[in-house]
């Protein structure tokens, strides 16, 4: 399955689904030495892409999504839980716009944990992302050793994919 990722850091999206069978089509990241890393390990030739000025319709249609906005403004790594939210869900209505305009099959976000307690609030009537609602059918904090990750590290995965039973 041909799968696009935004936000796409230095490519662990890449390399997990690449070594899963799928192949990348289309990478989007702002930081100049995240896309040199993933441009050398994948022989990409990705340039900086501001997500937040993407048109969504340079995005090439795929079987799947994958991003991983910023999650600094989430964590409560920074300042100790006080980054800025507002200016964080920038990033997640952005993904969601994409999301949004290609509805691929399936599409899948990662973040902090503290992000599904966020999603599921602005997702909520009234919310700032209710209008995007419908577009989730998971909102799930995995331990991701659980998945082959070698450490301890609790995730939010959000979006619209399979799950087992």
């Not at 040199?36 to 799947?64: E, I, T, Y």
């Not at 966020?118 to 919310?127: D, F, V």
Request: glycine fraction near 12%; charged fraction near 20%; include cysteine.
């Amino acid at each position: 399955m041909k799968f696009a990722d935004l936000y796409a850091g230095a490519g662990g999206w890449t390399l997990g689904l690449s070594l899963a069978g799928h192949e990348p089509c289309f990478s989007a990241e702002i930081w100049p030495t995240a896309n040199a890393v993933r441009n050398w390990n994948f022989g990409h030739h990705d340039g900086k892409v501001d997500v937040r000025a993407l048109d969504p319709s340079s995005v090439p249609s795929v079987g799947l999504l994958v991003g991983s906005p910023p999650c600094t403004q989430f964590s409560y790594s920074n300042k100790g839980g006080g980054g800025d939210i507002e200016d964080g869900l920038v990033d997640v209505r952005k993904f969601l716009e994409v999301v949004r305009f290609l509805n691929p099959p399936h599409w899948v976000m990662e973040n902090v944990p503290r992000l599904c307690g966020i999603l599921e609030n602005e997702l909520s009537p009234g919310g700032r992302l209710s209008g995007f609602a419908d577009l989730f059918s998971s909102i799930d904090e995995f331990d991701m050793s659980d998945w082959g990750v070698p450490q301890r590290r609790r995730r939010c995965i959000a979006g619209r994919y399979p799950r087992e039973s």
